[in-house]
């Protein structure tokens, strides 16, 4: 273990509590000095102690659930988005809390939030600008050996070159070498990452690791993701895991039908101008229909229609169905826009409301797509164990072409771990990635992912 390791979680906490506690100060002299002195009847002691103790609470909630504490993990851009995002809603909510507390109208003045959320912002970036530095001394690049199958070798070598700030692989070792020298290996390393290693040879070098204390990263098989999600059984004194394997509980689909309704039917009145801007938008570039509907696979295998507006050229699948690429000339200029903001996906809000969709849930795919990527992982139809989604587990975590491999296992990671908690988070995470534009990257020439 390094040195600084075992305080890199209260480091965490400590950097984000200062944030926050700068950021609470901010809004004490906004509020004492432009909000309570405009009341009929301002605030006393407990009064006061409310409105900063529901601003902390508030900011605490949000910057965490928007992974703003993950300072020497998140790339310092992201960071700063996270807790910029955190920072908005809780001012926001903030605000509308003032509102209520004035009952009286006009609404309070607005400028002083907008002076709030730009002096938060400052105090982000420049907090975020010293604990770079500062986290990256305390907590240099890990010194990795890469074991893996020759397949995904440059793939995965490509993708942790693109967090140096994190790892640096100092050794690749093939998932065929021998024990001996996997052991060997790892003696002149901080960590080891390990992918489609043999379970045998996998299980023994994790409790090698174990016994150690040496940190290893483990791509996890389609059986470990099902095992998460399992309960612990004691009826009897040799412990149990039981896998109930049906999806979601009556319970959860009950909640979640209700929240679906809820949810898309507010989105749809206040989307409705936005909707009708894009309609007209798209008729007005090329005369053609603004709506795209196609079929797609939801629960249990059931096909439907899935409503989009329309962001290519009309019949831009003449010639067969392929995926969209970078730089794919089939886009409109009018459709550049929609996909980069996602408002081509507005549609689907009445997937949901027809029962055909969830707000979140594993993103459907085409009946063809599904049948060719069964052939090369069988596994793939598990995705189908729960309603397709307008946003999901795999949409927030990967890439527009991320493996269907991986696809799965994200949307596994979901199904096997659900708690309408989960779904609320991801409600919110989406408004993150809607600000990151690798979200939306097509399949390069040649790629094959969904």
């Excluded at 405009?38 to 910057?63: S, T």
């Excluded at 080891?192 to 290893?216: A, D, F, P, T, V």
């Excluded at 699948?317 to 996906?345: C, M, P, Q, Y």
């Amino acid at each position: 273990m390094d040195r600084f390791d075992q305080y890199k979680r209260m480091l965490r906490l400590g950097v984000a509590g200062f944030e926050i506690l700068v950021e609470t100060v901010i809004f004490t002299c906004i509020w004492f000095l432009l909000y309570n002195v405009r009341m009929e009847r301002p605030f006393e002691n407990k009064g006061n102690l409310m409105m900063l103790g529901f601003y902390v609470l508030y900011q605490a909630i949000f910057v965490y659930m928007y992974g703003g504490t993950k300072y020497a993990y998140y790339k310092k851009g992201q960071l700063i988005l996270s807790q910029t995002l955190g920072m908005l809603i809780a001012n926001a909510i903030t605000y509308l809390q003032i509102i209520m507390v004035f009952h009286v109208f006009p609404f309070p003045i607005v400028w002083p939030m907008f002076l709030a959320c730009g002096a938060d912002f400052a105090v982000i970036v420049v907090v975020n600008l010293i604990s770079d530095k500062a986290f990256w001394r305390l907590f240099p690049p890990k010194r990795l050996l890469l074991v893996c199958d020759e397949e995904h070798r440059d793939n995965l070598l490509f993708k942790i070159s693109s967090r140096r700030d994190l790892y640096r692989v100092s050794d690749c070792i093939s998932s065929e070498a021998p024990l001996v020298e996997l052991r060997e290996a790892i003696q002149d390393c901080d960590a080891m990452m390990i992918y489609g290693l043999e379970e045998q040879k996998r299980n023994i070098l994790l409790k090698y690791c174990y016994e150690r204390s040496i940190r290893i990263y483990v791509a996890p098989e389609v059986t470990d993701i099902l095992l998460r999600g399992a309960e612990g059984i004691h009826t009897f004194d040799t412990p149990f895991l039981l896998l109930r394997n049906h999806g979601l509980s009556f319970e959860q689909r009950l909640i979640k039908r209700v929240m679906d309704l809820v949810i898309s039917s507010v989105l749809l009145i206040v989307s409705s101008p936005f909707m009708l801007l894009t309609a007209l938008a798209i008729k007005a570039e090329d005369r053609g229909p603004a709506l795209f509907k196609q079929e797609r696979v939801t629960l249990d295998g059931k096909k439907f229609q899935i409503y989009k507006f329309r962001s290519m050229i009309v019949d831009a699948e003449k010639d067969g169905a392929r995926f969209s690429s970078k730089n794919d000339d089939r886009i409109t200029k009018v459709g550049k826009f929609i996909r980069a903001t996602r408002l081509d996906e507005l549609p689907q809000l009445l997937n949901i409301l027809k029962g055909d969709m969830s707000i979140v849930g594993p993103r459907p795919e085409r009946q063809q797509y599904i049948e060719e990527f069964c052939r090369e992982t069988p596994e793939f139809i598990y995705r189908l164990k729960v309603k397709a989604g307008l946003t999901g587990y795999a949409q927030i975590y990967g890439k527009y072409n991320t493996t269907p491999l991986d696809k799965l296992k994200l949307d596994l990671m979901y199904i096997e771990s659900y708690s309408i908690w989960m779904d609320i988070r991801l409600i919110f995470l989406t408004l993150k990635i809607m600000f990151m534009k690798e979200s939306t990257e097509g399949v390069e020439d040649g790629q094959n992912h969904a």
